[in-house]
């Protein structure tokens, strides 16, 4: 069976910003955004209600299997940065352990990695 990846997406985040009017914030617009745009092969998206990452959102997490690394990255924009976020996925997606090769990570990932969590089952035997 192949895992799945989820792409979590802080639907509260502000992104230091008020809230508009209608009370749309940018983690919610991002998460319509990449709705419209559908994610990569293996990979679904999921809201979460809060990364606790508020000063410098918007933010997501991406997650696989027990055997995988979690990532969380911020300072991400509603428009963007919608490419590097699908492309970063479909990355970590591929990587069987979710680690990323440096040399191939979105320029974005590379300096906005807010928490690497390590997985759950240990790889090392």
């Known amino acids: 069976m192949t895992e799945i ?5 802080c639907v509260k985040c502000k992104r230091g910003t008020e809230v508009t009017g209608d009370g ?3 983690g919610t617009r991002l998460m319509e955004e990449l709705q419209a745009r559908g994610m990569p092969e293996g990979v679904v998206l999921k809201a979460a209600e809060c990364l606790q990452n ?3 959102g918007c933010s997501v997490a991406l997650r696989g ?3 995988k690394w979690t990532y969380v990255y911020g300072n991400l924009h509603e428009t963007s940065h919608l490419d590097t976020l699908l492309e970063g996925a479909a990355l970590y997606h591929e990587a069987g352990d979710g680690l990323i090769p ?8 590379k300096r906005n990695c807010i928490a690497r969590i390590p997985p759950l089952e240990d790889n090392n035997g």
């Open 5 to 9: 990846t989820e792409l979590l997406v």
């Open 102 to 109: 440096w040399r191939t990570r979105p320029e974005h990932f």
């Open 65 to 67: 299997g027990p055997a």
């Open 54 to 56: 508020c000063d410098h």
């Open 24 to 26: 749309e914030r940018p």
